[in-house]
Each structure stands twice: as C-alpha cells, then as structure tokens.
C-alpha cells in the first residue's frame, strides 16, 4: 500500500466520521422537545471549538442576523430563542457532503427544521448550513457555521 492510498483511506474514514457527527448535530444536538429540554451547551458543546480564535457563526433563523466571533455568543442567541419554543425538532435531507483535506474539513447538509412556538404556531423551515471542522486533539470541532433558509419545497 502506497502513501497515496493510505491517505485516501484515511480521508474517506475522516468523511464517514465527520458525515456520522453532522447527522447528530443536525438531529440529536438541535432537539428541543419537553422531555429533553434545549441547552446549548449540554447539548453542543462536544461539537464546537469553544477555545480558538478566527472563529465565527451564522444562522439566518436568527431575526437579528448576528455574525458571532466565538461559539459562547451563537450559544447565548439560542440558549434565549429555542428553550421558549414547545418544540423544535430537525431531520436530515439527503446526505451530508463532505471534503476533507488533512485537518481541515467542509460539509454541506441541508435539512427540514420542525417547530412549534410558545403560542403554539407550527412552522417549517428547510435549512442549508456549510460548516468547516477543524481535527483537534479532541476530535472534529466546528470553526465556522453558516445556516442559510431555503425555499420550502412545497413551493
């Protein structure tokens, strides 16, 4: 076996770790529902790179539209918004895209975000987050979010 190949194999199992991550950030890590209550933290922090520089995260769902420098301001947005709501559930659409290159990695995933509000009004919304992980001694950890809405696909 060749380095070429080795490196090939180690790549494509970087791909199937980091595709296995996003399913679970996506569908486990953003679940509020009234038996397993929303914080940010508990929920996310295994995820995120909560200690480098040169991070940053964006989501459109956020009505302010704030561009976070450090994952402790994303979470205070969320840790305010989502424990409000009866429930906000996530679901996969399609598979997770992936591009790996030594430590550095980015993945494209698209899913169906499920919610009902404290007043009780259900709403969809289809999401396309790009996010960028970095391989740390800890693992993958996410340096960049970015979370754009798309058009539903009922219309």
Same mark, same amino acid.
């Given at each position: 076996?060749? /380095?070429?190949? @080795?490196?090939? %194999?180690?790549?494509?199992? *970087?791909? /199937?770790?980091?595709?296995?991550?996003? %399913?679970?950030?996506?569908?486990?890590?953003?679940?509020?529902? #009234?038996?397993?209550?929303?914080?940010?933290?508990?929920?996310?922090?295994?995820?995120?790179?909560?200690?480098?520089?040169? @991070?940053? +995260? +964006?989501?459109? +769902?956020? !009505?302010?539209?704030?561009?976070?420098?450090?994952?402790? !301001?994303?979470? $205070?947005?969320?840790?305010?918004?989502?424990?409000?709501?009866?429930?906000?559930?996530? /679901? =996969?659409?399609?598979? #997770?895209?992936? =591009?790996?290159?030594?430590? =550095?990695?980015? @993945?494209?995933? !698209?899913? /169906?975000?499920?919610?009902?509000? $404290?007043? &009780?009004?259900? &709403?969809?919304?289809?999401?396309?987050?790009?996010?960028?992980?970095?391989?740390?001694?800890?693992?993958?950890?996410?340096?960049?979010?970015? &979370?754009? &809405? =798309?058009?539903? %696909? *009922?219309?």
């Amino acid at each position: 076996m060749n /380095i070429h190949t @080795t490196d090939i %194999q180690n790549s494509q199992s *970087d791909i /199937i770790i980091l595709n296995n991550l996003v %399913q679970d950030w996506v569908e486990t890590g953003w679940r509020h529902t #009234p038996e397993a209550p929303f914080d940010f933290r508990e929920r996310l922090e295994r995820f995120y790179d909560w200690s480098s520089e040169g @991070t940053q +995260f +964006f989501d459109d +769902f956020d !009505q302010k539209r704030r561009v976070n420098r450090n994952v402790a !301001q994303y979470a $205070a947005i969320w840790d305010e918004v989502i424990p409000r709501m009866r429930r906000l559930t996530n /679901i =996969l659409v399609g598979r #997770p895209s992936t =591009l790996v290159s030594s430590d =550095l990695a980015v @993945t494209s995933v !698209q899913f /169906i975000t499920s919610f009902v509000t $404290a007043e &009780g009004e259900e &709403g969809r919304a289809h999401t396309l987050s790009s996010l960028v992980w970095r391989r740390s001694a800890n693992g993958w950890r996410i340096i960049r979010e970015h &979370g754009s &809405g =798309l058009p539903s %696909q *009922d219309e």
